[in-house]
């Protein structure tokens, strides 16, 4: 059983479009991540969401918009994608604010 | 939160050799825990060191702590090539989030 699934795995989508990643965790933790990683393998932290409430947000263009439907799922929402989109973005979740759990990635490319 | 800078910023090393990277940090912690990242796959935390321990081990793997100078570093002995990857130190304050480095790329030949 994977621990963190993200899906889907490749997104190939046109500069405009609106697309969604999902994020599901069956740990039990109550804390979720977004990251984005980019070509230079900066991995940079985008939202956290703690029992369904949002507890960090970094500087993100408000086309990205995170969703938690529940304390297991946290998906991410983007609109009007543009070329700089494109990077891997990773899940995570952990107990509290501790040891962290990642997904797979989901890789991102925008044309 | 804070984040940790990690040192070397590329390792390339023949297999059977030791492997060192360091990660330097701001401010005080509660631990600090190295994470691994194989390409094209998500980061998985290999260990953690708690702020009052200053050696740790698990198999080939040894991470010292020195609060007083505010460093880390992981050391991999007798490396293989399946430790290729990017490792990344991420030091940790209750109530904060972990950030990461840009990590250490890390490259074991045969």
């Known amino acids: 059983d994977t621990a963190v699934s993200q899906t889907p795995k490749y997104l190939v989508t046109q500069m405009g479009n609106d697309k969604s990643i999902k994020c599901e965790q069956n740990l039990g933790h109550d804390t979720m991540y977004w990251y984005k990683q980019d070509s230079k393998k900066f991995l940079k932290i985008m939202f956290s969401y703690n029992n369904k409430e949002l507890i960090i947000n970094e500087t993100v263009p408000n086309r990205f918009s995170p969703k938690s439907p529940d304390k297991a799922h946290l998906n991410l929402h983007i609109n009007s994608l543009e070329l700089g989109d494109s990077a891997v973005y990773f899940c995570?979740?952990?107990?509290?604010?501790?040891?962290?759990?990642f997904g797979a990635g989901t890789r991102l490319s925008v044309l | 939160s804070q984040q940790g800078e990690e040192d070397p910023q590329a390792l390339s090393i023949q297999e059977g050799e030791n492997a060192t990277m360091n990660c330097s940090y701001k401010t005080s912690i509660n631990n600090l825990q190295w994470y691994r990242q194989n390409s094209g796959r998500g980061l998985v935390h290999l260990i953690l060191?708690?702020?009052?321990?200053r050696e740790k081990h698990s198999g080939r793997l040894r991470v010292t702590l020195d609060t007083s100078k505010k460093s880390s570093s992981l050391l991999i002995t007798a490396s293989r090539a399946a430790d290729t990857a990017s490792y990344f130190c991420a030091p940790y304050q209750a109530g904060t989030a972990l950030i990461f480095g840009k990590g250490t790329t890390l490259s074991v030949s045969s």
């Open positions: 060191i708690r702020s009052n321990e």
């Open positions: 995570a979740s952990s107990q509290g604010l501790d040891i962290q759990y």
